[in-house]
């Protein structure tokens, strides 16, 4: 481990490995871009996964998308998000995290929950896979939103500043839930439990938004910077996404209309 805000565990890697290989053997032009540096070691079979989801293939691809070339696209991953939360047994905080990106949007994305149910005892389906793709939609949860009216924010649990409160608070919400892990919180927001998700911090990368953000707009979601500003997903992009992070399932212009002017100045893209 590389200190308390840095946690890599060998959970991280192997599952960086077992995902990169795997895409990298089926899809061998895609780029590839996950949080681990890794070694170019071998890989060894047991890590490789070769299988399909017959459910996916079922759907039909968007027309927008029939001619895209394997070359034009880049897989952001990573591997567990919510590392901090894995280490301290929060294990409902934790997933795994692989999002498509076509010219520099994210247009689709698989979150997986493997401990999901944990708690629920000894006789039930542990983990579930969330995955959507702009276009067809969003599968593997039920989608629900928060009463009207009501405003649940949630936020960090680990990196809160004085700006991540002073944001909350401008706000003025009915509560705020704080838990680890992007994935965790885009969940949150599509199963109805927090109306708006709100990260007034440069803390978070690109490999924790692009699967969350293509789930999310594929349900009509939206989620951008504390600016405003939609995030890009190319190759090139710098991994940081530097100006925070506003998201909701519905009713964005009454969250993005609140933020206050002083902590956009204190944020730049």
Known sequence: QTGANDLQTKADRLVQMSICASLAR??????????????????????????????????TCPAQYTGIKEEELVIWVDPLDGTKEYTEGLLDHVTVLIGIAYGGKAIAGVI?????NYEAGADVVLGRTIWGV??????????????????????????????????????????????GGAGNKIIQLIEGKASAYVFASPGCKKWDTCAPEAIL??????????HGNSFQYNKEVKHMNSAGVLATLRNYDYYASRIPNTVKQSLVP
């Open 26 to 59: 089926k899809f061998p032009k895609v780029t590839i871009i996950g949080e681990e540096e890794l070694p170019a070691d071998e890989v060894t079979e047991e890590l490789i996964e070769d299988g399909h989801c017959e459910e996916i293939l079922k759907k």
């Open 217 to 226: 707009h594929a349900v009509g979601g939206k989620i951008t910077d504390i």
């Open 134 to 179: 702009v276009g067809i939609g969003a599968f593997g949860f039920q989608l629900t939103e928060v009463p009207a009216g009501k405003h649940i924010i949630i936020t960090t649990r680990s990196h809160s500043s004085t700006l991540v409160n002073d944001c909350i608070s401008a706000l003025n919400p009915d509560s705020v839930i704080r838990v």
């Open 112 to 116: 997986n929950q493997p401990y999901y």
